[in-house]
C-alpha cells in the first residue's frame, strides 16, 4: 500500500518543498491540485513541466494525480469541457502522472441526463488519455457523491482507462455504507482519497482518527496496490491547523488501519 496527500493542504506551496516534505514524513505520492492560484496549472511551459518533473525524481516521490475542476456533466457544450479536459491529460502526461482527477458537476439536472453527459464526454476523452498512457478519475462528489453514482457513470463509459476516485467524505455524506462504496467502486477504482471531520455541519479537516468519518471500515479489504491520499482541505479552512505538522501523525495511524489483521 502507498500512501499520497494532497496539495490542497499545502495551498501555494512550491514543487520542491511538497516533494520534500513527502519524502521527509514517509509519503511516496503526491496529489497535485491544479489550479490558476498553485504552482502547477494547465498554463506550465515545457521548461516548467521539466522542473516540476525534475522535483519529485530528486525527492524520490511520485506524482500520483493531477486534481483538476473539470465537470464533466456540466450542463452546455461538450467542446470546452473536452478541451480542458485534453489540456489537463497533456499535463499528465508531461509530469508522468498516472491518473487526472475530474468531478461529475450535474448540478439539478435529470440524473439520467447528467449521467449520459458525462459518460458521453468521458468516453470522447477515453482513447486519447489511453494514448497518453493516462487513466481519467471521475470522483465521488457533489452531484454523483455515493458511489453507486460514480460507479454506473464509469460502467457506463465501459473503457479501461476511465475509472473512480472514492473519497470517502461524500459517500459518508450520501448516507451509503463502506461495503457498499467498496463494492460497486472496486472495479473501477484508481485510489482512495480519505479525510476527517467533526461532523455532517463541521467540515473543517481534522487530524486522522479524531473525527467521525469511518476510516477503517473503508480501508477495510482494501487491496495491497491501492493508493490511499489524505485529502487535507486547508484551502478552504484556511484557519485549520497546518498540515506539515500532523504529516506524521497521519501517516501512522493511515499505516495502523491498513495492517494486515491478526
Known sequence: ??????????????????ARLAAAHGYQGVELRVHPEEPVHLKLSALERADVVEAFQAAG????????????????????????????????????????RVFP???DQDPEEADATAA?????????AADAGVSILLETHDSHRAGV???????????????AIWDVLHTWLAGEEPA???????????????????????????????????????????????WVCWEYEKRWHP??????????????????LLAPKQ
Request: glycine residues 12%; charged residues 20%.
Open 1 to 18: 500500500m502507498k500512501l499520497a496527500f494532497s496539495t490542497l493542504g499545502l495551498p501555494g506551496t512550491p514543487v520542491t518543498e511538497v
Open 61 to 100: 516521490v511520485e506524482i500520483l494525480a493531477l486534481a483538476g475542476y473539470v465537470r464533466v456533466a456540466a450542463e452546455g457544450d461538450d467542446e470546452p469541457v473536452h478541451a480542458e479536459l485534453t489540456e489537463l491529460v497533456k499535463l499528465a502526461r508531461d509530469l508522468g502522472a498516472p491518473y487526472v
Open 105 to 107: 458537476g450535474g448540478g
Open 120 to 128: 458521453r464526454r468521458l468516453g470522447a476523452a477515453a482513447p486519447s
Open 149 to 163: 453514482d460514480t460507479a454506473r457513470v464509469v460502467a457506463t463509459v465501459g473503457h479501461p482507462r476511465v475509472g
Open 180 to 226: 457498499a462504496s467498496q463494492a460497486v467502486l472496486a472495479p473501477h477504482l484508481g485510489y482512495v482519497q480519505v479525510k476527517d471531520v467533526a461532523s455532517a455541519e463541521d467540515l473543517t479537516p481534522l487530524p486522522l482518527g479524531a473525527g467521525v468519518l469511518p476510516l477503517a471500515a473503508c480501508l477495510d479489504g482494501a487491496e495491497p496496490r491501492t
Open 239 to 256: 484557519g485549520a491547523a497546518e498540515l506539515p505538522g500532523l504529516l506524521d501523525a497521519g501517516r501512522d495511524h493511515l499505516l495502523s
